[in-house]
């Protein structure tokens, strides 16, 4: 390796990418120009510093011809498990998505990623610009990726979250049965494998991590694309680094990195935020977007404070407890139902699917005279008021 590890470089993006040797960087995440043909201005907040960057050039076929140099000495560079992927928007997506058709094969392209997100503009009269771009490539059919989950929509049938699902003969996705022709039930669903749309709030104005220099991207979004493709010790590259957030990233995640900038401030800037590491804790990523809805119910907030993923459509199941890779059902009873209905809607709505624990929150002393002679496996919890209640109504 010409280039030392860890470091952030002054130099043209295409002449120092010369400098690094074949099948030697595992990642590259680029977030080039974006031919938008405009001179891009910003303040720092705390240092009231003005950053910029031009991003004119002559023509569209000046801007192609240097990004096919540059896509070029990316794919020489990555290894033979590596992955690149290229950060753009409106107004040159179509040219770049062309250019890595020709340069890595259309056969390795494996996913247009859509970063949406908020922001609140004046806009010009047509549709709000919420999303930007970000093509998925790889060198060869054998590259690597770690598969990542999420957790299933409120929405989601049961039955759907419960039923084990295989691929057939021809590759197509069905629903595995036992000898008897019965399907077959899990309790060990990761949850939904991500998908191509990433909401990742963009970087708010006051974000610990903003640094003022334009096109800052947040980390969560460089730490995602690092995760998925990468292993502790892997080489990421990026040959436009800016402000430096994919060294950032490359660093909190013990990867090692480079960094290359034509721009003065940013070798600057990505020198600072890489001795300080600042990075933005996101409300909507660790909380879920869920938890900024206005929880109207007692059910449904019961269940958020339980971190339990809500159950729509079933009266025997409120949500899932997550414990490790399996799932345990949880009920909350209703204001209407005794005890024992409670209990049975449960019993009824695991029937057959082996759960280890069944667990019914009680909220009430509503029961039948069978009560107690009844013989249940389901965990009776009693809900925090109801045990204060009784516990006042004792003395």
Known sequence: ???????????????????????????????????????????????????????????KDEYISFMSLVLNEIKRVLTKDGSIFLHCDRYASHYLREELDKVFGEV?????????????????????????????????????????????????????????RVRNSKGKSEYKRDVKGDVVFTTEKKGVPLSDVWEIPFLNPKAKERCGYPTQKPVKLLQRIIELVTNEGDIVLDPFCGSGTTCVAAKSLN??????????????????RLSEMIISESGVLSKGIDSYIEK????????????????????????????????????????????????????NAVQGKNFPIKILIQTNEKHTVDFFKRETDVKVIKYVDLQIKNLLNAV
């Open 296 to 347: 109207n119910s007692f059910e449904s907030t019961l269940l958020f404070l339980l971190n339990a993923i809500p159950v729509q459509r079933n009266k025997g199941i409120d949500g899932f407890i997550k414990n490790d890779n399996s799932l345990i059902p949880i009920k909350i009873q209703k204001d209407t139902e005794t005890i024992d209905d409670a209990i049975t809607n449960l019993e």
């Open 108 to 164: 390795n392209f494996q996913s247009e990623i859509i970063w949406a997100y908020k922001r609140w503009s004046n806009s010009k009269k047509g549709l709000l610009n919420a999303h930007q771009n970000i093509y998925f490539y790889s060198k060869t059919k054998d590259f690597k990726f770690n598969q990542f989950y999420t957790e299933y929509s409120p929405s989601t049938n049961i039955d759907q979250i419960l039923q084990k």
């Open 1 to 59: 390796m010409n280039h030392d590890l860890n470091t952030v470089i002054f130099g043209d993006s295409c002449e120092e990418l010369k400098k690094i040797p074949d099948s030697s960087v595992n990642l590259v995440y680029l977030d080039p120009p974006f031919f938008s043909q405009k001179e891009h201005e910003l303040s720092s907040r705390s240092e009231g510093k003005v950053y910029s960057f031009d991003d004119k050039f002559s023509s």
């Open 255 to 272: 990867r090692k990195f480079i960094g290359i900038d034509k721009n003065t401030d940013a070798i600057e800037i990505s020198k600072k």
